[in-house]
């Protein structure tokens, strides 16, 4: 059974790490939001992926820049 290197996913999928551009990219892709609100609800509530998902979901930025 061999590596697929062309499909990355993070090591741990409840943690958003934001020191690596294609995991912010996998993030915005997955949570279908832009790099800017990814970043700010990380600022707000932490890096647990269910945090991000809920503040995305229930505060004014959701409706800000996509």
């Not at 061999?2 to 551009?21: E, H, M, V, W, Y």
């Not at 279908?32 to 890096?47: H, P, R």
């Amino acid at each position: 059974m061999s590596d697929d290197f062309t499909k990355k996913r993070p090591q741990d999928a409840t943690k958003i790490n934001l020191g690596q551009q294609w995991e912010i990219d996998y993030w915005t892709r997955t949570l279908n939001t832009s790099e800017f609100k990814l970043k700010l609800a990380v600022q707000k509530v932490g890096n647990s992926v269910s945090a991000v998902k809920e503040f995305l979901r229930t505060h004014v930025c959701n409706n800000l820049y996509n």
